[in-house]
């Protein structure tokens, strides 16, 4: 499953990559973000729900330089004002990719944010922040 999970990873990155901010899937359009900044080259978080299960995806590349990159992914139910799933992880290197699913429930909002710091060659961080909803 570690194996299927890298793969899922990688053609994420890559489907991001060769459509930039076209994201469409047949339950739901993708909610997508990329926002650029003094650290940061690449950043996509994208979102979507089907059939009750919430594909969860963020991809950050760093710039040339980047030591290593941190940060927490958390899925938010606006309905029920609960945090539904939160997944913290470390990447050393430029690129930080981290892909979640959890169950949602029908009829309700949810928010995807990510939080974290990119940390350069010196070890000084920029903070970054994104965040999407939808409904299911």
Do not use: P
Not at 2 to 28: D, P, W
Not at 55 to 72: A, F
């Amino acid at each position: 499953m570690n194996g299927l999970r890298k793969i899922s990873v990688i053609l994420l990155f890559v489907f991001v990559l060769v459509l930039e901010n076209t994201c469409v899937t047949s339950a739901q359009v993708c909610s997508e973000i990329s926002v650029l900044s003094e650290s940061i080259t690449e950043k996509h978080l994208t979102f979507w729900i089907d059939n009750n299960r919430a594909e969860c995806n963020i991809v950050i590349m760093g710039k040339s330089g980047t030591s290593k990159i941190t940060g927490t992914l958390r899925l938010y139910d606006e309905t029920a004002k609960q945090n539904i799933q939160s997944w913290n992880d470390t990447k050393y290197g430029r690129l930080f990719s981290l892909s979640k699913t959890a169950s949602v429930t029908s009829g309700h909002k949810y928010t995807l944010s990510f939080s974290g710091n990119v940390y350069n060659a010196s070890n000084v961080a920029e903070k970054i922040h994104v965040s999407t909803t939808k409904s299911n």
